[in-house]
């Protein structure tokens, strides 16, 4: 069993800056299980040209790799031997998939086309909704729902689907207040007839969605410079990564079911 986890820190440091390489590899996995791990590292990469050929390869690459980490986090969860190790983990588990999100998945659909019927499943190629956006980079993440009926959902239903600590507003102002207010962490926002996702990180408040407007395409924004934002009466907002029930599904790869 020990060999078996030296062999996934090894698989999935091999695509890491040459120093994180090597120090990662002569960790042990004691010593990983006893601190908090610094997942964007690992997980940095260059992402190619979405014309180069090995831009789907690419992609599929980053998500065996968070495959991966996804398993080791379940085992080392598994073995803690108090809630308070539990804890431990689970809070790993948190910064490990919003940065992945926000860092990795994100950006490889940055540019893919906006059209309201869309449903594609790879970045860069067909056209995606703002729902099929949220959904799908979502599966794609290792959550284990289904993307065609969570995108479905009207945007306050898929909020609060995926998220805690769900909270009505009504002002873009107090939205990004709100979030202001926040720790660092991954958050869905659903508008009238829109939805999102808001990355809270470094005081930066950034709004990532298949938008409508503008460039009409999959785009990261500035929370207080979104046209999209600004333009809805009720904001229903909550956060994902902090959801314990969700993050204990993605761990564990339960199902993760609708909330109407």
Request: with cysteine; net charge positive; hydrophobic share 40%.
């Amino acid at each position: 069993m020990k060999n078996f986890f030296v062999l996934l820190v090894l698989c999935i440091s091999c695509n890491a800056p040459a120093q994180t390489e090597k120090t990662s590899v002569h960790k042990t996995v004691d010593t990983l299980a006893a601190k908090p791990i610094r997942y964007a590292p690992i997980l940095k990469q260059n992402i190619p040209d979405s014309s180069d050929s090995n831009f789907l390869t690419s992609y599929e690459k980053l998500k065996t790799k968070m495959t991966a980490k996804r398993a080791l986090l379940y085992q080392r969860y598994l073995s803690a031997a108090s809630e308070a190790a539990k804890k431990q983990v689970l809070d790993s588990a948190r910064i490990f998939l919003h940065a992945a999100l926000a860092n990795n998945v994100f950006p490889f659909w940055y540019g893919t086309a906006w059209d309201f019927n869309g449903t594609s499943n790879e970045p860069q190629r067909g056209q995606i909704a703002c729902g099929y956006f949220v959904s799908t980079t979502l599966k794609h993440s290792g959550c284990n729902l289904n993307r065609y009926k969570v995108a479905q959902q009207y945007s306050h239903s898929i909020v609060k689907t995926l998220c805690s600590d769900v909270k009505r507003i009504t002002s873009v102002e107090e939205l990004i207040t709100y979030v202001s207010g926040r720790p660092d962490q991954l958050y869905v926002v659903g508008l009238d007839n829109h939805v999102g996702f808001i990355s809270k990180k470094d005081n930066e408040v950034t709004f990532i969605h298949s938008t409508f407007v503008g460039d009409v395409c999959v785009m990261s924004e500035q929370a207080d410079a979104s046209l999209v934002l600004k333009n809805s009466n009720v904001y229903v907002t909550g956060s994902l990564t902090a959801n314990d029930a969700l993050m204990l599904s993605w761990l564990t790869g339960a199902s993760i079911p609708v909330v109407y």
